[in-house]
């Protein structure tokens, strides 16, 4: 994980899609986020968004910080650090701040790296 498990982000997922579940369309969380089902659409998240190994999401992500166990397509504007852990897929453009990719991740596509991440939900990027 990116951080211990003491981490207020990782204690309280406000939006949860369970394995089974579906989502299709767009949605913004000002909280945390845990997907195992499957999303299609936009989803922003103010927090930390979770892709549980079951989950799959095909669309535009933007959030705070990510943790990938599954499956993305599309594109990924994480404004901290994503990380995919073994076993996740990704296939699109990711920009972030920081990266951890373990052994067993599937990656293809871009990424791009920047020193002040990307704008967080609801603000402008600064230049």
Same mark, same amino acid.
């Given at each position: 994980m990116m951080k211990g498990k003491s981490d207020k982000g990782l204690e309280k997922m406000d939006t949860i899609? +369970?394995?089974?579940g579906y989502f299709e369309g767009t949605i913004t969380v000002? +909280? +945390?986020t845990r997907i195992d089902g499957k999303f299609k659409g936009d989803i922003k998240v103010e927090g930390l968004l979770v892709v549980g190994k079951t989950g799959v999401i095909d669309g535009e992500i933007f959030a705070k910080n990510a943790i990938i166990g599954g499956h993305v397509t599309g594109k990924m504007k994480i404004a901290e650090k994503v990380e995919f852990q073994s076993g996740a897929r990704f296939? +699109?453009?990711?920009v972030c701040k920081g990266l951890i990719i373990q052994d067993g991740v599937i990656f293809d596509g871009t990424c791009s790296m920047t020193e002040e991440g990307v704008a967080k939900p609801g603000q402008a990027q600064s230049k």
């Open positions: 899609i +369970g394995q089974g000002h +909280g +945390g296939k +699109g453009e990711l």
